[in-house]
C-alpha cells in the first residue's frame, strides 16, 4: 500500500527553520516526482514545490524561493524540505504527495506554526 508520512513539524520563531521529511513506503519512490502542498485554516491548498524522480528537477511557488529547498534520498526513500527564513505567511499543515498531484490521497500532514 503506498504510503507517505510527513515529519518534522513544529513551533519556530520568524526567520527560523524547519526541515520537514516525508518518508514513503509501499511502492518504488525513485519511480515518482514528489511534492509539498500546504493548506492553512480556511484557506485553499497551495502548490510548494515538486522534486522529480531523480531529484535533478524543482520547482517552487514565487512565494518561497530562495527560502525553501526540496530534495530527496531515494535510497532512504525520504524527500524532505529544508524552510528557512519562516515567515508568518508560511503556518500551514504541510503534506507530501505522489506524483505532484495536487489530487492523490492525502496524508495526516505534519503541521507548521510560526510564531513570537
Known amino acids: 500500500q503506498l504510503q507517505l508520512v510527513e515529519s518534522g513539524g513544529g513551533l519556530v520563531q520568524p526567520g527560523g527553520s524547519l526541515r520537514l521529511s516525508c518518508a514513503a513506503s509501499?511502492?518504488?519512490?525513485?519511480?515518482?516526482?514528489i511534492g509539498w502542498f500546504r493548506q492553512a485554516p480556511g484557506a485553499e491548498r497551495e502548490a510548494v514545490s515538486c522534486?522529480?524522480?531523480?531529484?535533478?528537477?524543482?520547482k517552487y511557488t514565487d512565494s518561497v524561493k530562495g527560502r525553501f529547498t526540496t530534495f530527496r534520498d531515494n535510497a532512504k526513500k525520504t524527500v524532505y524540505l529544508q524552510m528557512n527564513s519562516l515567515q508568518p505567511a508560511d503556518p500551514a499543515v504541510y503534506y507530501c504527495?505522489?506524483?505532484?498531484?495536487?489530487?492523490?490521497?492525502w496524508g495526516q500532514g505534519t503541521p507548521v506554526l510560526v510564531s513570537s
Open positions: 504527495v505522489p506524483a505532484c498531484d495536487p489530487f492523490a490521497a
Open positions: 522534486i522529480s524522480s531523480s531529484g535533478d528537477t524543482t
Open positions: 509501499g511502492f518504488n519512490v525513485d519511480d515518482y516526482g
